[in-house]
């Protein structure tokens, strides 16, 4: 009994979770669409409409935090080389519960998204984000993180899948609000250039954002060091 | 001579007109990390043509055996998966046993030319256009080489795109999105322009 008091002691120092401001980096800072460019194919090809890139978005996030959570379980004995076909395995897997589920959700949407939607299963927040961030937290700050970039991912597929639809149809969402017609923008060269300029501005955006929070907290230590 | 002809015909096709990265942004994220060395842009451009094209010549036969089947479509990317983790794994062996150097040198990056969206994407479009074996092998051939020739503009353009020229929020990756934009129109254009109408 007395060796296994400090044994739980462990376990429960272990347990909180250190909410910290790294753990929304995946939404700006580390977007993979916009500031990191990691994943990007089903958002510059598929995301075509508000419903495309909502069904993109939801299963982005379904694979990848059920992998994700499945694979930190697998032993880091296994040398990286041989555990990623593990992740690669346990993605497709999670796919076809995904998939099911999104098609009596979205019933035509599902086979419209076609080729991009089983690449899902190779994104590179499996493959490399595993190694180089996710597993080295804890496993309830992993989740958080991964969430977060699972929005960010979808925040962004989402947008630019409005904004195409907005710009080639006229309409959000099958709602006509404009008589546009630029079917360019559904085309990959016009995937391609808006997300480059949407990352570009965004990039510039947060910079500026950025910049100023560092100039405001000089301008207070300043301050503080006056009084 | 007819199987050289839809050969070539087929590997032209991918390369040009289904560019893996213009046209059909399989595996862009790679063709980054690729494009910034020569040495990385030829390693993984010889392993991503030589697990496709293996790949290929597998999941022809599971094709036409699994085609008429009406779930197919939903376990096919775990059987794909299956069977490129087959020949990484055999691969891998081979390399190691014959070739140990070989392997200690390409043992940090191999596995971004096996599980990559150009490799399974060149897999589901030969499903989607269901041709002979010969066109199976030449889609993938074609599909590998037409991402090394993109790797290749990339890497060319590469330094200019991240030089101070460019504005600082646009350099690097989203002017290499827009670059990759207006390549992609000019390969759009190869699918055909008819002035008749």
Known sequence: MAQQMPKMKKLREKKPIRFDRSLLDGLAKQNVVLMTGIVNAPVVIAATTFKKGTVIALAFAFISMLTIFICSFVPKKIVYTLRVIIYALVGSVIYIPTVLALEEIFPRTVGLIGIYMPLIITNALIFSKTESRFYLRKRGEMMIDVFFFSVGFGAVSVIVGMLRELITMGSIADVKLAELNISAFEAPFGGFIMVGIMAGAFRALYNYARNRRIKQNQLQKDKNGEA | ?197
């Open chain 2, 1 to 197: 001579m007819d199987i050289l002809v839809a050969f070539i015909t087929t590997a032209m096709t991918a390369m040009f007109v289904e560019n893996a990265i213009f046209a059909r942004a399989l595996g862009t994220s790679v063709a980054f990390y690729a494009s910034r060395k020569t040495d990385n842009m030829i390693g993984l451009g010889l392993g991503i043509l030589y697990v496709t094209t293996v790949s290929c010549f597998i999941t022809y036969w599971i094709d036409c055996l699994m085609y008429e089947n009406e779930w197919y479509w939903i376990v096919m990317p775990l059987i794909y998966t299956v069977v490129i983790s087959i020949v990484y794994t055999g691969t891998l062996l081979l390399i190691w046993r014959f070739l140990p150097k070989l392997f200690k040198s390409i043992k940090k990056y191999v596995h971004l030319s096996v599980f990559n969206a150009a490799v399974l994407g060149a897999l589901f479009l030969n499903e989607v256009y269901h041709g002979s074996l010969i066109e199976y092998l030449g889609f993938g051939v074609g599909l590998s080489a037409g991402f090394m020739i993109a790797v290749f503009f990339l890497h060319i353009a590469n330094e200019r795109l991240n030089s101070e020229l460019v504005p600082a929020a646009f350099r690097g990756m989203p002017i290499m999105m827009v670059f990759i934009g207006i390549l992609s129109l000019a390969f759009y254009a190869l699918t055909g322009y008819n002035t008749s109408a």
